[in-house]
């Protein structure tokens, strides 16, 4: 079962430990972790000529086309929401149907962490709601993040693990973890009674 | 031709307005332009039922799923890098394979836009790129956005167009009508001589 691993990980001071260190988790549950910087099998020669940003962001699509799971690293970079990059992926998958699971290390949802982070910047709206300086609006539908992320994780039978901590670590990989083992359980059938069953009767 | 309109448009004062003057842009082009507060045609009565950030988002899948093209408003929206709702958009119509055009009121690219974002929490790394406090790296690839934002809009055959304003203004749409405006010759076929064309041999 391969799983396709989007996040900021890439960004990391040490990305090819970082990737590492994540497939190893996802090897003891059983799953194959496809990182974004492992070579895609069958790349066409013609890829190679393209300039370096092109070249990545068309083996980072060969990569979801090649799995049959994505996990999201959602925990907030730069700002209130998750990283750009990690969210095209994200939207990518769900078009292609395919089950995608999140983890963050921000406990917070998308309402309280923006109003966090505009500070006195955000002002009431008389209605019970928040805008920025600009009169743009603040999501209050008590989701994750913007609703299309929510939406999309909910309909693909996926699923959010939050980190049990209350400030954002990127080296911290509980929630990773135990959205892994979700995956597996998820996608290979597996519950805690499962050991116990006989043969079934065929 | 219809053409699904990304963006955090939806956030201003008034979305309804904003949706009304960016279809009648297109309209002007011969697109027709599909604006994401627009209702679903031969929506499945049992959205009706679902809380209202997933109705909302089954919506936008479906509106992206009966457009010939889309068009992503990438002005950055509460940091570097533009709307992640806009951006699983662009996510998703890439998947299905769709041409992604784009535009933006902020003419940088990504990297001095984070770096002017990042401010004196930017760090050089030694090698000519940048990482900020908690170590993540800078893009330095010349990109709009994330190089996967650049990378699915150039292999989508679209393209991105700039407001020459420098800073961001949400209410001015001259670069959006541009766009637009790119997306009618592109996708209709028309070109400065097409009307000087005379009737073509069988």
Redesign the interface.
């Given at each position: 079962m391969r799983v396709y691993l989007a996040g900021?990980d890439v960004?990391?001071?040490d990305p090819v430990a970082r990737g590492a260190a994540m497939k190893a988790i996802c090897s003891a549950h059983g799953l194959e972790g496809v990182f974004p910087l492992d070579p895609v099998e069958g790349e066409p020669d013609a890829w190679q000529a393209l300039?370096?940003?092109?070249r990545?962001?068309?083996q980072?699509?060969a990569h979801?086309r090649g799995v049959q799971a994505v996990i999201v690293n959602l925990t907030p970079?730069?700002?209130?929401?998750?990283?750009?990059?990690t969210?095209?992926?994200?939207?990518?998958?769900?078009?292609?149907g395919l089950p995608v699971f999140a983890w963050s290390n921000d406990p917070r949802r998308f309402r309280e962490r923006?109003l966090a982070?505009?500070g006195s910047a955000a002002l009431p709206d008389g209605r019970g709601s928040w805008?920025?300086a600009?009169?743009?609006?603040v999501?209050a539908?008590?989701?994750v993040?913007?609703?299309?992320?929510?939406?999309?994780i909910?309909?693909s039978g996926g699923d959010v693990v939050f980190g049990a901590v209350s400030v954002?670590s990127?080296q911290d990989l509980t929630a990773f973890a135990c959205c892994a083992a979700l995956v597996a359980g998820r996608l290979q059938g597996k519950h805690p009674d499962s050991d116990r069953r006989g043969p079934q009767p065929r």
């Open positions: 900021p960004f990391l001071p300039p370096p940003a092109r990545i962001a068309l980072n699509e979801i970079f730069r700002g209130p929401s998750a990283d750009v990059g969210v095209f992926e994200l939207g990518f998958a769900r078009a292609l923006t982070w505009l805008r920025d600009d009169g743009m609006a999501e539908f008590g989701c993040d913007n609703l299309m992320i929510d939406g999309a909910a309909a954002t990127w």
